[in-house]
């Protein structure tokens, strides 16, 4: 499967609404919002949020700050086939080459792996998806609308 991660505070617009959407936060002008997707099967590192130290330094969330302060974790899980990776990925969000050099760096100094990213430039039903949501011993279990 091919993961969309998020939180929980995030999941009840998204099953408001009943689908995942491309987002365009962050993207440079040109490019096309994308709705992202990972094969990590934990939780993908590129998605972890940001927190301020409380010296103010900014540093990456762990899980557990994550859903203590964001309602939880939640994943939605779709065949990767229908996905769009690498190149053709690249290509079809018009990102630069250099920006996507940029974004594999990122995500190597977070550990995590650019091959195992998947990505659509189309809305997504939740009704298609499997949703888990993590539970405090940090394993997903089958959540809402699975």
Known sequence: MAWHYTTGDKFKHIAACGYLMPTAVGIPAGERPLLWFSLHPRFEPTARKGILDADGVQRAATLT?????????????????GLLTGQTLRRAARIKREDWAMLDKTARDAGANSAQWFGSLDPIAISACAVEVMNDSHEWERGPHS
């Open 65 to 81: 700050e994550m859903m203590t302060h964001a309602g939880g974790l939640v994943r939605f899980g779709v065949p990767p086939r």
